[in-house]
Structure formats: C-alpha cells, structure tokens
C-alpha cells in the first residue's frame, strides 16, 4: 500500500512539474529592468530536463526573492538580478561554447553546470577570462585541484569529501577488507573511483576489481553487461562501490541480480552508492531482493530548518517539491550576491574577496564567530545589516556553506540505508 501511494504521489507531482516547467529554453522569458546585473545559469537541460528545470528554479526562487527585496544598490545605483539560461546539452564543447557566449555578452558570472563532465572546461575557460564561476551540481575532485585563482567555487561537496568518507566508513564502521569498484567511465566516474580506490587501499583494504561501463549509453536496459559484472564478481568481496547516475542505479540492481556468479556468491556484498541517489526511485525501480544490501551517501538537511523554509516556499512558488541540489543552485544566487553587496561591487575579482567571509569563513576555511547569522529568504535583514559594515554568515538552504580555501563547501554528510522499503539515515559526519 505505501508502494502505490509513493507511486501515484511521484506521478502527481510529475504531472504538476511537467504542466509548470516543460519550455524552459535559452529564450525563456526574461523579465526586463531597468538596471540589472545579469547571472548566467547553465544547465544540461537536454540531458536531465526535469531535474534541471528544478535545479533551475532553485536559483529563480533566490533571484526573485532579492528583486521583490528592493534588489541591492552598487555605488548608489539600484540593480535587479537578471538570470541568463543557457543549455550545456551535457557536452564539455557545447559547455565551452555557451560559457564563451556568456562572456562575449558581457556576462562574467556563471552559476553552473549540472555535470561534472562539463564543468572542468567551461571551469578552465572562465579562470581564462577572469569570470566567476560556481557549480550547484557538479561535484568532480578536478575542481578541488585546479589552479583557478579563486574564481571557481561550488555550493554542492566535492566528491574527494564523498569518496574519502565511503572508503573510511567501510573500513572503519563496517570493518569490510575487501572491495570491487564499478563505475561509469566518464570525468564524475573516473574521478569519484579513483579517490575510494585510493583512499580505500591507503587504510588497509583491498580492491579486488575495479572495473569500468560506457557512460555514454543510450538505453541501458539495452546493454549487455555480462562481461563487466562476470570481472567484476569473478572474485567474492564484502561490498561493491557502484558510481552511477540515479537514472541508471535501479537498472544495474536488477543487472547484477540477474548474474549467474551473483547468484552463486553464499555471503551477498554490500552494494555502496554514490552522492546524487534518489532513494525513493530506487525502491520503487531496483530490485527488491538487493534494496536492503544498499549503503548510501549523500549530504543531509537533517535539522536543517533553512531547507525546510526552502521546501515550503518553493512549493509555494511552484507547486511541487524541489529536486536534490535545486538549493545548492539557489545558496549559489544569494552567495554571490551577498558578496557583491560586501565588495560594492558587481566585478569577479572584488566578489571572490569575500565569499568565504559571507559564508561563515576565513582565507583558511576555519569558523568565523562574530558575525551576524542571515537565514533564508532574509535579503532585506542582509542587506540593513552589510550597509551597517558589519558582516554576515549565511546559512543558506543547503546548510552551513563555510566555503574552504578551495571554494568548496563544508557539508553535513548522512549514510543511508534501505529497511523494510524506507529510507533510513544510519549515521553522520561534519555538523
């Protein structure tokens, strides 16, 4: 009975979503001002429509919300926030291309893009060209690394903090010796694998396998997958480490259920998830004799009542809840802006000095402790008290940013797990 109803909740809001949101294109309507500091948002809407297009109303919600505020004033000029879509297609040329368009219009703040194989061309264009740039989705170490000069950032983990905690949650809770990695080959795959390949082996354990997937399938349920999962269960292990999209997830469950050696192994593995999993498609989709060997990662809102304030006024908004990083995408809006109301400034170069200092940070990414906490939705209570000359720690919708020397967020982490067909968070890490 709780199936259905999960079920027929998800198709209502489907069909609530689709009605709402289903032409959103690089010509959207933008609304007109008269002075206003335009932001592009790129996603790869071709690619994940619906979850993009929420992601994306994420920042709308924000840069609505500061314009209903009185916008902010610049050198005693009065601006609105004016948002730019445009359509990666999940492509790193087609990436650099919207980026270089962007640029060429005079636009020199980016929020964006969804995937992390995207995100390390547009992101060594935009340190190119001086232009600011901060993904709400894209989680790939290469960023953590770049020699971008301050001007990439993040609101969403990096998955060096996702795939550091994994391997040391499974040696250290679980007590596991033995693993196989099976993940999907393109940049967020190769990058994620390696790092619980690293990290796991560095504190003792052993991968037995690390094998790889195309990435760049059409249709999954498709492919043939006896040669991956015959090398990658050809030796037993305590748990697998699956990297896959949440599309992608269900169908791999039912691959390796399906599996001749799978079926034949007495002592079933541990199946790992990666960071971006939608729970409640995977009960409704994966196979149900595998559910409750599932271990989740994820960042958590648990006790967050920013994201709960969010929650509500998206729905308020837009008539249906907001999809995972959707407020990663609107912390992204008012981070910046509330340092170009630090720097009176609307230049890259004077808003990267103090996006640590609004987010709650020094230089270092330690706690700054005088400052005046801003909740969501509370631009005007910002902006009063920035006028003022005091300081801000923004506590945004995704939780404490607390931005690192790196332009990385310092998140609260939850593993998961599945029990009885529900989702259960087993334990955290961070605040």
């Given at each position: 009975?709780?199936?259905?109803?999960?079920?027929?909740?998800?198709?209502?809001?489907?069909?609530?979503?689709?009605?709402?949101?289903?032409?959103?294109?690089?010509?959207?309507?933008?609304?007109?001002?008269?002075?206003?500091?335009?932001?592009?948002?790129?996603?790869?809407?071709?690619?994940?429509?619906?979850?993009?297009?929420?992601?994306?109303?994420?920042?709308?919600?924000?840069?609505?919300?500061?314009?209903?505020?009185?916008?902010?004033?610049?050198?005693?000029?009065?601006?609105?926030?004016?948002?730019?879509?445009?359509?990666?297609?999940?492509?790193?040329?087609?990436?650099?291309?919207?980026?270089?368009?962007?640029?060429?219009?005079?636009?020199?703040i980016i929020i964006g893009p969804t995937f992390s194989s995207v995100a390390v061309e547009m992101a060594e264009l935009c340190v190119e060209n001086e232009a600011?740039?901060?993904?709400?989705?894209?989680?790939?170490?290469?960023?953590?690394?770049?020699?971008?000069?301050?001007?990439?950032?993040?609101?969403?983990?990096?998955?060096?903090?996702?795939?550091?905690?994994?391997?040391?949650?499974?040696?250290?809770?679980?007590?596991?010796?033995?693993?196989?990695?099976?993940?999907?080959?393109?940049?967020?795959?190769?990058?994620?694998?390696?790092?619980?390949?690293?990290?796991?082996?560095?504190?003792?354990?052993?991968?037995?396998?690390?094998?790889?997937?195309?990435?760049?399938?059409?249709?999954?349920?498709?492919?043939?997958?006896?040669?991956?999962?015959?090398?990658?269960?050809?030796?037993?292990?305590?748990?697998?480490?699956?990297?896959?999209?949440?599309?992608?997830?269900?169908?791999?469950?039912?691959?390796?259920?399906?599996?001749?050696?799978?079926?034949?192994?007495?002592?079933?593995?541990?199946?790992?998830?990666?960071?971006?999993?939608?729970?409640?498609?995977?009960?409704?989709?994966?196979?149900?004799?595998?559910?409750?060997?599932?271990?989740?990662?994820?960042?958590?809102?648990?006790?967050?009542?920013?994201?709960?304030?969010?929650?509500?006024?998206?729905?308020?908004?837009?008539?249906?809840?907001?999809?995972?990083?959707?407020?990663?995408?609107?912390?992204?809006?008012?981070?910046?802006?509330?340092?170009?109301?630090?720097?009176?400034?609307e230049e890259p170069e004077d808003i990267i000095e103090f996006l640590r200092e609004i987010s709650g940070?020094?230089?270092?990414?330690?706690?700054?402790?005088?400052?005046?906490?801003?909740?969501?939705?509370?631009?005007?209570?910002?902006?009063?008290?920035?006028?003022?000359?005091?300081?801000?720690?923004?506590?945004?919708?995704?939780?404490?940013?607390?931005?690192?020397?790196?332009?990385?967020?310092?998140?609260?982490?939850?593993?998961?797990?599945?029990?009885?067909?529900?989702?259960?968070?087993?334990?955290?890490?961070?605040?």
């Open positions: 009975m709780k199936k259905h109803k999960l079920i027929i909740s998800l198709i209502f809001l489907f069909f609530l979503f689709s009605i709402g949101c289903e032409k959103l294109e690089e010509d959207y309507n933008i609304p007109q001002y008269d002075h206003s500091i335009k932001i592009g948002v790129v996603g790869d809407v071709s690619v994940l429509r619906e979850q993009v297009e929420n992601m994306f109303f994420g920042a709308k919600l924000a840069s609505e919300e500061i314009n209903q505020m009185g916008g902010l004033d610049i050198n005693n000029k009065n601006y609105r926030i004016e948002l730019i879509f445009k359509n990666s297609g999940g492509s790193p040329e087609e990436g650099v291309k919207v980026t270089n368009e962007l640029i060429n219009d005079g636009i020199n600011l740039m901060m993904t709400y989705s894209a989680t790939t170490p290469e960023l953590t690394l770049l020699n971008d000069q301050d001007f990439i950032w993040r609101t969403c983990p990096s998955d060096h903090t996702f795939g550091t905690i994994s391997a040391q949650y499974c040696i250290d809770s679980l007590l596991y010796e033995k693993a196989a990695i099976f993940y999907r080959n393109d940049r967020f795959g190769q990058g994620l694998s390696s790092i619980i390949n690293e990290n796991f082996q560095e504190l003792g354990g052993h991968i037995t396998n690390y094998v790889l997937y195309p990435g760049d399938i059409p249709n999954l349920e498709s492919y043939n997958f006896s040669y991956e999962l015959n090398t990658l269960l050809s030796e037993e292990v305590d748990v697998i480490f699956i990297i896959a999209f949440s599309s992608e997830v269900a169908v791999l469950t039912n691959e390796i259920y399906n599996n001749e050696l799978y079926q034949q192994i007495e002592n079933k593995p541990k199946l790992f998830l990666n960071d971006g999993i939608v729970p409640e498609e995977l009960i409704i989709n994966g196979n149900p004799e595998m559910l409750e060997t599932v271990i989740g990662i994820t960042s958590t809102n648990e006790g967050n009542t920013n994201y709960n304030m969010y929650k509500e006024n998206y729905i308020e908004r837009f008539g249906f809840s907001p999809s995972t990083y959707s407020e990663h995408a609107y912390d992204a809006v008012y981070s910046i802006v509330y340092a170009m109301l630090r720097a009176s400034s940070s020094d230089l270092c990414g330690d706690i700054i402790t005088d400052q005046v906490v801003i909740n969501v939705n509370e631009f005007d209570v910002a902006k009063n008290i920035i006028e003022k000359g005091q300081t801000i720690d923004y506590e945004g919708a995704s939780g404490p940013l607390n931005f690192d020397c790196n332009g990385d967020p310092a998140p609260k982490i939850v593993i998961w797990g599945i029990e009885n067909n529900e989702y259960k968070e087993i334990t955290y890490y961070g605040k």
